[in-house]
């Protein structure tokens, strides 16, 4: 589900933006690219270390939208740059075989944001 062109999008340092909504009002949280691993099965794991409001909201609300991009990639019609919006569902984890990975990854994590995607739109 994922295209070539994402891939090539996360070989490039980036902000990653991570969209919620419970209850309240949507809420933002940010990452970088080079945090975001693909499971071989499209899922998308985020490692974690506050990201505490963006939890509670998928508790109340799994459905998740991340928008990420680079300028390094070309997108259409050969334009410099190019970007993603990611939909899908989510839930954080501190446990099993994908967080102890990530956590040899990324040392300072204290959970892991796993997003099921289920749609991937190029922007530019």
Same mark, same amino acid.
């Given at each position: ?37 693909? *499971? ?6 985020? /490692?974690? !270390?506050? &990201?505490? =409001? ?34 899908? *569902? ?6 099993? /075989?994908? !967080?102890? &990975?990530? =956590? ?21």
């Amino acid at each position: 589900m994922l295209p070539e062109k994402f891939f090539e999008v996360l070989k490039n340092e980036g902000v990653v933006t991570i969209v919620t909504w419970g209850l309240d009002e949507p809420h933002i949280a940010n990452t970088w690219n080079s945090y975001l691993v693909v *499971t071989p099965d499209n899922r998308i794991l985020i /490692p974690a !270390y506050a &990201m505490r =409001k963006t939890e509670k909201n998928t508790i109340q609300n799994n459905r998740v939208k991340i928008a990420l991009g680079s300028r390094n990639v070309l997108g259409f019609k050969d334009y410099q740059g190019t970007g993603f919006v990611i939909e899908g *569902t989510a839930k954080f984890f501190e446990s099993g /075989p994908d !967080y102890d &990975m990530m =956590k040899e990854k990324f040392s300072f994590l204290t959970r892991v944001l796993e997003i099921t995607v289920t749609s991937a739109k190029q922007m530019l």
